[in-house]
């Protein structure tokens, strides 16, 4: 207020008119411009605007009104003299009529000196000085390679870290740098073995790059690239990373053969044509030379309108398919000039010059048996004891059509015990007609020879094709089991064979019968005797019966009739020993006589 009443004093002693008036209003605009400004600027400060429009104060020690010159140090000093920690701002103003005697107050660097108006000619008009309100180390910020403090208002303060030759600071801290230069990242070179490309040496070469160098973003990268090591020459050829020599197989065409025609003639599209055969040198004179041909068909003669090209040659037409004739299971046409011409395959045969319809096979089965112990000859039945050896004989026939997949099962009983010996047989009188239909006999078909097969009847014999007409004879031996398998008298086995087909559409079967006999105990046995193979009751009870009724039958008389019988026969046998020693003394009696 005392600052106000003197610039007041200062208005009246000059008698300002209207003009100056103006001219202090609108310093004064100014200046709480400059003040907003300033606060917005310095947000963590409290200012103040000083000297409107001139910062002056009154001396009593001369009398005179004294203004601050216009610099930094003084603008510094005077701030400070009014309590504050600095100046924001100032505008310099000519001292012009304002100071009498043209007073100046100047900071020497610890004091104000008084010095004459002329030796500073600007007083601060106005100033504003600040204040300090700031937080300490409310932040930390880079400063250089280092981090620092800073205080609320955004000054400097003291070390927080410095960092190190391998780091750099950003964003307020210390950040290692992965590299700075490429060379930290390895050293370029070649790498792994030499190879072949393009029928050159190469080798892959590792080139090592550094990324965003010396920064917190440096980063290390590799790039690997095949390099040409060696250039093969023309007669070389690369061979697991090096150049070796080859030797060259042409230098031209004619290294590798005469061109000319090949083959006989043929016909195609009616005309006379002939392959003619051309031979290239593919690199010639280098290591990869190599010979090739090329056969092609070239037109040798154009036959006629009235003429058609047969096996090589111009002759007059032949009428088509003028007739068939049968090549294995195929049937073929033949043209009237005899040439084969095309075919059907006949999945049946073809016999007749015609393909043979899809028949059934029919099968036909007769099983027979004999005792080879005994010797009996076959027949559908025979006997047999335990342990006697008996072979089977099973007849296979078939008409109609070819039997195919054929299988023979005999399903054995159990007390028959299966002894191998397996023959598989083919009649000799079997015939069977050919493609052109002519009969033949003892083909290869059936040589009358016998097959032995490592088969087992019981499990199932593969005779795979049994041919129409064909006979097949198979016979195997077989034991009868032991006595203890079988009960006393007679037991009849009857043996079962069965005949699978594909194409037989049945399935047939036939039996052989065996009967078996189990004679009873002579002399010595542990066979029971009894009447009712009870040992109690025939070993006490029916000793007891047997006695009473022998009894019985004494005391009744049934005897008698007995010994009279006896009586009579003694009597017959004395009559009898009698006479004929009468007889026997006469005939003594008649030879002496003589």
Same mark, same amino acid.
């Given at each position: 207020?005392?600052?106000?009443?003197i610039?007041?004093?200062?208005?009246?002693?000059?008698?300002?008119n209207?003009?100056?008036?103006?001219?202090?209003?609108?310093?004064?605009?100014?200046?709480?411009?400059?003040?907003?400004?300033?606060?917005?600027?310095f947000?963590?400060q409290?200012?103040?605007?000083?000297?409107?429009?001139?910062?002056?104060?009154?001396?009593?020690?001369?009398?005179?009104?004294?203004?601050?010159?216009?610099?930094?140090?003084?603008a510094?000093?005077?701030?400070?003299?009014?309590?504050?920690?600095?100046?924001?701002t100032?505008?310099?103003?000519?001292?012009?009529?304002?100071?009498?005697n043209?007073?100046?107050?100047?900071?020497?660097g610890?004091?104000?000196?008084?010095?004459?108006?002329?030796?500073?000619?600007?007083?601060?008009?106005?100033?504003?000085?600040?204040?300090?309100?700031?937080?300490?180390?409310?932040?930390?910020?880079?400063?250089?390679?280092?981090?620092?403090?800073?205080?609320s208002?955004?000054?400097?303060?003291?070390?927080?870290?410095?960092?190190?030759?391998t780091?750099?600071?950003?964003?307020?801290?210390?950040?290692?740098?992965?590299?700075?230069?490429?060379?930290?990242?390895?050293?370029?070179?070649y790498?792994?073995?030499?190879?072949?490309?393009?029928? @050159? !040496?190469?080798? /892959? &070469?590792? =080139?090592y790059t550094c %990324?965003? +160098?010396? #920064?917190a973003? $440096? *980063?290390?990268?590799?790039?690997?690239?095949?390099?040409?090591?060696?250039?093969?020459?023309?007669?070389?050829t690369?061979?697991?990373?090096?150049?070796?020599?080859?030797?060259?197989?042409?230098?031209?065409?004619?290294?590798?053969?005469?061109?000319a025609?090949?083959?006989?003639l043929?016909?195609?599209?009616? @005309? !006379?044509?002939? /392959? &003619?055969? =051309?031979?290239?040198? %593919?690199? +010639?004179? #280098?290591?990869? $030379? *190599?010979c090739?041909?090329?056969?092609t068909?070239?037109?040798?003669?154009t036959?006629t309108?009235?003429?058609?090209?047969?096996?090589?040659?111009?002759?007059?037409?032949c009428?088509?398919?003028?007739?068939?004739q049968?090549q294995?299971?195929n049937?073929?046409?033949y043209n009237?000039?005899g040439?084969?011409?095309?075919?059907?395959?006949?999945?049946?045969?073809?016999?007749? %010059?015609?393909?043979?319809?899809?028949?059934?096979?029919?099968?036909?089965?007769?099983q027979?048996?004999?005792?080879?112990?005994t010797?009996?000859?076959?027949?559908?039945?025979?006997?047999?004891s335990?342990?006697?050896?008996?072979?089977?004989?099973?007849?296979?026939?078939?008409?109609?059509?070819?039997?195919?997949?054929?299988?023979?099962?005999?399903?054995?009983?159990?007390?028959?015990?299966?002894?191998?010996?397996?023959?598989?047989?083919?009649?000799?009188?079997?015939?069977?007609?050919?493609?052109?239909?002519?009969?033949?006999y003892?083909?290869?078909?059936?040589?009358?020879?016998?097959?032995?097969?490592?088969?087992?009847?019981?499990?199932?014999?593969?005779?795979?094709?049994?041919?129409?007409?064909?006979t097949?004879?198979?016979?195997?031996?077989?034991?009868?089991?032991s006595?203890?398998?079988?009960?006393?008298?007679?037991?009849?086995?009857?043996?079962?064979?069965v005949?699978?087909?594909?194409?037989?559409?049945?399935?047939?079967?036939?039996?052989?019968?065996?009967i078996?006999?189990?004679?009873?105990?002579?002399?010595?046995?542990?066979?029971?005797?009894?009447?009712?193979n009870n040992?109690?009751v025939?070993?006490?009870?029916?000793?007891?019966?047997?006695?009473?009724?022998?009894?019985w039958?004494?005391?009744?008389?049934?005897?008698?009739?007995?010994?009279?019988?006896?009586?009579?026969?003694?009597k017959v046998?004395?009559?009898?020993?009698?006479?004929?020693?009468?007889?026997r003394?006469?005939?003594a009696?008649?030879?002496?006589?003589?």
């Amino acid at each position: 207020m005392i600052r106000y009443r003197i610039m007041l004093k200062i208005f009246k002693l000059k008698n300002m008119n209207k003009k100056q008036l103006l001219t202090f209003l609108i310093i004064s605009v100014v200046s709480a411009t400059s003040l907003i400004f300033a606060g917005q600027v310095f947000a963590a400060q409290e200012t103040h605007v000083f000297g409107n429009p001139d910062v002056a104060e009154y001396d009593t020690s001369i009398s005179h009104l004294v203004g601050y010159c216009a610099n930094n140090t003084t603008a510094t000093a005077y701030c400070k003299k009014q309590g504050y920690d600095g100046y924001t701002t100032y505008n310099p103003r000519y001292i012009g009529p304002t100071l009498h005697n043209d007073r100046m107050y100047v900071w020497n660097g610890s004091s104000f000196n008084i010095v004459d108006g002329y030796g500073c000619s600007y007083v601060l008009s106005p100033i504003t000085c600040y204040k300090n309100t700031c937080t300490a180390n409310a932040a930390k910020q880079c400063s250089g390679n280092a981090v620092y403090w800073y205080d609320s208002c955004g000054v400097k303060g003291s070390l927080f870290q410095q960092c190190t030759s391998t780091q750099t600071c950003q964003n307020a801290q210390c950040l290692n740098i992965t590299c700075s230069n490429s060379s930290q990242c390895g050293t370029n070179g070649y790498t792994g073995s030499p190879f072949c490309q393009s029928g @050159n !040496v190469y080798q /892959n &070469y590792i =080139t090592y790059t550094c %990324n965003n +160098p010396g #920064t917190a973003n $440096s *980063s290390c990268s590799n790039n690997t690239t095949a390099q040409l090591k060696t250039t093969c020459t023309g007669n070389q050829t690369c061979s697991n990373g090096s150049c070796v020599n080859q030797n060259i197989t042409c230098s031209s065409n004619t290294d590798c053969g005469s061109n000319a025609y090949t083959g006989s003639l043929f016909c195609q599209g009616n @005309n !006379v044509y002939q /392959n &003619y055969i =051309t031979y290239t040198c %593919n690199n +010639p004179g #280098t290591a990869n $030379s *190599s010979c090739s041909n090329n056969t092609t068909a070239q037109l040798k003669t154009t036959c006629t309108g009235n003429q058609t090209c047969n096996n090589g040659s111009c002759g007059t037409s032949c009428a088509t398919h003028s007739y068939q004739q049968c090549q294995g299971n195929n049937l073929y046409w033949y043209n009237s000039c005899g040439q084969q011409e095309d075919s059907q395959y006949c999945p049946n045969g073809c016999s007749n %010059n015609q393909c043979r319809a899809q028949q059934n096979a029919n099968l036909t089965i007769n099983q027979t048996v004999r005792n080879l112990t005994t010797g009996s000859g076959f027949a559908s039945s025979t006997s047999a004891s335990p342990g006697d050896t008996l072979m089977f004989m099973i007849t296979l026939q078939t008409t109609g059509a070819d039997a195919q997949n054929v299988l023979v099962r005999d399903n054995l009983p159990s007390t028959l015990i299966y002894q191998n010996q397996l023959v598989v047989a083919c009649a000799v009188n079997y015939s069977y007609s050919n493609n052109n239909g002519n009969v033949n006999y003892n083909t290869n078909y059936c040589n009358g020879n016998n097959y032995n097969y490592s088969g087992n009847i019981t499990s199932g014999v593969n005779l795979n094709t049994i041919n129409a007409g064909q006979t097949i004879t198979i016979t195997y031996q077989a034991q009868v089991a032991s006595a203890s398998n079988f009960a006393y008298g007679t037991t009849t086995l009857n043996n079962s064979v069965v005949v699978n087909s594909s194409n037989a559409g049945y399935v047939p079967t036939n039996n052989a019968s065996i009967i078996v006999n189990r004679a009873g105990v002579y002399g010595a046995s542990t066979v029971s005797t009894g009447l009712t193979n009870n040992f109690w009751v025939d070993s006490f009870l029916l000793p007891i019966i047997i006695t009473l009724i022998g009894l019985w039958m004494w005391r009744s008389g049934f005897f008698f009739g007995v010994e009279r019988w006896l009586d009579n026969k003694k009597k017959v046998r004395s009559t009898y020993r009698s006479e004929k020693e009468l007889s026997r003394k006469i005939a003594a009696i008649k030879s002496s006589g003589n």
